[in-house]
């Protein structure tokens, strides 16, 4: 499975950014997509999944009630808006996928190569 982000940038606080994913490949492998992010000094943490199937979510506490993710099946796209952005969600976000949840939530088994995120 091959993931490839994309929409990353730089904007203010309080404002809001999608960044995408596009996985290819085995992507039957990949019931569950999400992001992982990870800030300059600071452990890589998870923001959110979603499965394939269900579409059922997950989401860090941290970013629950202002990041949305969704994903396009058909086209193996996994989209995360992020809203009322604050500084301390600033990092390079990470696409990951795995065929499990457990999988997911410790160790992803396919990993995008990310993209910027600046929250100013």
């Known amino acids: 499975v091959q993931l490839v982000e994309s929409g990353g940038g730089s904007v203010q606080a309080g404002g809001s950014l999608r960044v995408s994913c596009t996985g290819s490949?085995?992507?039957?492998?990949?019931?569950?997509m999400g992001w992982f992010r990870q800030a300059p000094g600071k452990e890589r943490e998870r923001v959110a999944h979603i499965h394939s199937g269900s579409s059922n979510t997950w989401y860090a506490e941290s970013v629950r009630g202002r990041f949305t993710i969704s994903r396009d099946s058909a086209k193996n796209i996994v989209y995360l808006q992020m809203d009322s952005l604050k500084p301390e969600d600033g990092g390079m976000y990470y696409c990951t996928a795995d065929p499990s949840v457990v999988g997911w939530l410790t160790h992803p088994k396919y990993w995008g190569q990310g993209t910027q995120v600046t929250v100013s």
């Open positions: 490949g085995e992507t039957r492998s990949a019931d569950y």
